[in-house]
């Protein structure tokens, strides 16, 4: 993994300050104004009034 993929702590010696991000969802607002999650193999998408 590149450097963008982890979080690494200052008060914490290392090389245990360091944690690789793994993504497990992505919350976004879709071009309709509707909420949209994202998961590894689906989509899933909510209307304003919380419906899908």
Do not use: H, Q
Not at 1 to 16: T, V, Y
Not at 29 to 47: H, I, L, P, Q, W
């Amino acid at each position: 993994m590149g450097k963008e993929d982890r979080i690494c702590f200052l008060d914490k010696p290392a090389p245990d300050n360091c944690l690789d991000k793994k993504v497990v969802m992505w919350v976004e607002e879709s071009e309709e104004g509707n909420t949209r999650f994202t998961f590894e193999d689906a989509v899933y998408e909510r209307n304003a009034a919380g419906k899908p």
